[in-house]
């Protein structure tokens, strides 16, 4: 027999689940949605500070950007940032998550830890540390020159490919330990049983690895490619403090340059910064629908 009660009931839970909501939804709201929009009415506009005005055609600021040579430039630097640091970043991640998830290994909290570490210093001071070690006068020019590898003192940061590959090195050596976090924790939902399963049936460490770790690890690897583009899309810290975007703009970032059109060079450009921002976000999007298309394996 039917529960007369239970009309009511599921309605009164519905409306706790809603009041339960109700006050992230509001603030999300306010601090996300709202500014999204005022930010996408402000990319519409044209002139600087308190004198904006309506863009003639509205679509100016996004139709200038792509004419503009220098946002040309901090695109293809972002992306090669991408494309080059992305894979080999997780891909040392999920190998050291591997190797430090081994039931066997000794003092595994202090390797873990030591692998972690980087990702807990702050990215300005990192980036400084980086731009030092690196320096004409640096440690590793000092070392190198002692080696007798280098001759003179070399100028990494002042050449645009060398400067570009430490900037790699640096985003490689500050969130490879927190991706790996991620995989270490997938690894270790991944019932044992199975490993010793395919052992019994005589798969070896490489085939268990691509059959079974990385199948299993889709999802996080999909989650972390997804954090990872973002971040790297959004990438500041390292171009401002570690090369100051140079030499001449050779590793100067989207980010970089939407800073220096609205407030980094005195010109508060803030339509055309919007618009920018807005490139990025469409960027974003885009790259993580795909990033989930192709890790969701599902028929």
Not at 60 to 86: I, Q
Not at 91 to 117: E, W, Y
Not at 139 to 160: A, E, R, S
Not at 273 to 288: D, K, Q, R
Request: glycine fraction near 8%.
């Amino acid at each position: 027999m039917k529960n007369e009660k239970s009309g009511p009931l599921m309605a009164k839970q519905r409306r706790a689940g809603w009041y339960y909501l109700m006050p992230g939804t509001v603030l999300i709201t306010i601090m996300s949605f709202i500014p999204i929009i005022n930010g996408f009415l402000t990319s519409l506009k044209t002139g600087s500070s308190a004198n904006m005005k309506w863009a003639s055609p509205l679509t100016y600021n996004y139709t200038r950007m792509f004419k503009d040579a220098l946002f040309l430039r901090s695109m293809g630097n972002t992306f090669l940032y991408l494309v080059v640091e992305v894979p080999i970043m997780l891909i040392l991640a999920i190998l050291l998550a591997q190797l430090l998830n081994n039931h066997d290994l000794k003092f595994k909290g202090f390797f873990r830890t030591c692998v972690f570490l980087p990702c807990a210093t702050s990215l300005v001071s990192y980036s400084l540390i980086f731009k030092s070690l690196f320096a004409t006068d640096g440690l590793v020019n000092t070392v190198l020159c002692k080696l007798g590898i280098l001759q003179t003192h070399y100028n990494f940061l002042g050449n645009p490919t060398s400067a570009k590959i430490i900037i790699i090195l640096a985003l490689i050596w500050r969130w490879t330990g927190y991706n790996m976090v991620f995989f270490l924790a997938g690894l270790q939902n991944i019932d044992y049983s199975v490993y010793e399963a395919a052992k019994i049936d005589g798969a070896n460490g490489w085939q268990t690895f691509w059959k079974i770790t990385v199948p299993l690890l889709m999802p996080t690897i999909v989650m972390t490619a997804i954090m990872s583009i973002n971040g790297t899309l959004q990438l500041f810290d390292e171009s401002v403090n570690l090369t100051a975007g140079g030499p001449a703009n050779a590793t100067i970032t989207m980010s970089h340059y939407i800073y220096n059109n609205s407030m980094g060079q005195g010109v508060a450009n803030f339509g055309y910064a919007s618009a920018l921002s807005f490139v990025i976000f469409v960027m974003v999007a885009i790259l993580s629908f795909i990033s989930m298309k192709a890790g969701d394996k599902r028929d």
